[in-house]
């Protein structure tokens, strides 16, 4: 895996524990309650890959990603707030009108939509947008709607792997920052086997490399907690979610 490069998050806590920012050629999930930050996030991500001091890449490959980079935003739940990367972007002193041009939003309303939305990127960067930031919010939502009851478990595990397939691959040939959302009904306990048994668990545990799972703490304050990756540690970071975004 060569040229490997990385988005802040906006908030270093959680840049650190995940090994200094979202990492490129990989899925990142972020999993958590309703209003635990994880649309939050995934907004703050488009941004940021507007802003160069947030990206973290080698020379050699930084001019490429630079050269009007943009986001694909996969959204299935209608969350996509235009105002919100506006506020996020200005924060940064960005323009925001110009940062909203940068991310292609696709509103999917089920899940053969939300696949075919995700298959479709690759006709994006062939017809020449420089796609390095995918956004899948939510992952689960669709297939958790369409795919009720133990009989059609198999059907939408295979779906569903399927799709985590196909961002796995675009991640790898586009050297791209890939995020995905999963909205889980309660906090697990036994730390996090039981987070298994949420949608998709065991697929897109064995599909994204990075697992972050989102609990609100104090006020504006958000818990991070990485677990399950192949080489960092489990770690916890604390972040805050205010009107200028993501920070420390
Ligand atoms: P999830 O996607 O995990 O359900 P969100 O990412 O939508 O949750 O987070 C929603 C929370 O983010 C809100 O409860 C609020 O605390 C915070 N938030 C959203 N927009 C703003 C804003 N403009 N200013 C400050 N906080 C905000
Ligand atoms: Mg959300």
Redesign the pocket.
């Known amino acids: 895996r060569k040229n490997i490069w990385k988005l802040s998050t906006g908030s270093k806590n959680l840049d650190e524990i995940l090994g200094g920012g979202l990492e490129s050629q990989s899925i990142t999930e972020?999993a958590?309650?309703?209003?635990?930050?994880?649309?939050?996030?995934?907004?703050q991500a488009c941004v940021n890959l507007q802003c160069p001091e947030r990206i973290i890449a080698d020379d050699a490959i930084k001019e490429e990603i630079l050269n009007e980079p943009k986001a694909v935003y996969i959204d299935t739940e209608g969350?996509f707030r235009p105002e919100?990367i506006i506020?996020m972007a200005e924060a940064l002193g960005l323009d925001g009108k110009e940062v909203l041009n940068n991310i292609l939003v696709a509103r999917a309303y089920n899940s053969d939509m939300q696949m075919l939305y995700a298959e479709n990127v690759e006709n994006l960067i062939r017809e020449g947008h420089n796609i390095k930031l995918i956004v899948v919010?939510s992952l689960t939502s669709t297939f958790r709607t369409e795919y009720v009851g133990r009989g059609k478990l198999a059907e939408r595990q295979q779906k569903l792997g399927r799709h985590m397939a196909t961002l796995n691959k675009l991640a790898d040939l586009y050297n791209c920052v890939v995020i995905v959302?999963n909205?889980v009904a309660a906090r697990p306990d036994a730390l996090f086997g039981a987070s298994e048994q949420a949608i998709g668990g065991h697929i897109v545990g064995h599909a994204a490399t990075f697992r972050i799972f989102?609990r609100k703490a104090k006020g504006?304050k958000r818990v991070a907690k990485l677990y399950d990756s192949p080489h960092l540690p489990d770690a916890e970071a604390m972040f805050r979610?205010?009107?200028k975004g993501i920070h420390d």
């Not at 958590?32 to 907004?43: D, E, L, P």
Request: glycine share 12%.
């Open positions: 972020f958590g309650m309703f209003g635990s930050g994880k649309t939050q996030i995934a907004h969350t919100r506020q919010d959302t909205q989102l504006d979610i205010t009107e």
